[in-house]
């Protein structure tokens, strides 16, 4: 198994654990054994910008925990490469802090079954 590419966007007053985040990439991608090559984006952002995107994007308004984007929705590009691009994955860490609390849970474990619970969504496991 490959190691995935995950590129990570934290906004600055936020602290996480990167090597977490990209390990629970890593083991759904080896439940779901894929075996190719993959990349995904994730952006830890703060309400406002979380907001803005559930309104842009899902016209809701409030915040979100997390939300998925995954490539393989909308216009096609195809990338010249033999990495799957799965999409992006955007989780407000204000929301993050607040769940971890009322389901006293630490934070870094409520951003890992988020992102795991987001990379079955790009991978196109829905639940029902």
Do not use: C, W
Request: no cysteine; net charge neutral; hydrophobic share 40%.
């Amino acid at each position: 198994m490959t190691k995935p590419r995950v590129l990570i966007y934290v906004e600055s007053r936020y602290k996480v654990n990167r090597k977490r985040i990209k390990s629970a990439i890593q083991y759904v991608l080896e439940e779901q054994n894929l075996q190719t090559q993959v990349e995904i984006s994730v952006a830890i952002i703060g309400d406002r910008k979380m907001k803005a995107l559930n309104k842009k994007y899902r016209n809701k308004e409030g915040t979100a925990n997390i939300l998925e984007f995954p490539l393989n929705e909308g216009e096609q590009t195809n990338l010249p490469s033999d990495i799957l691009r799965l999409g992006d994955i955007v989780i407000s860490y204000p929301m993050v802090i607040k769940e971890a609390s009322e389901q006293d849970m630490l934070v870094d474990d409520r951003v890992e079954e988020l992102l795991q619970h987001g990379m079955l969504h790009l991978l196109g496991l829905h639940h029902e």
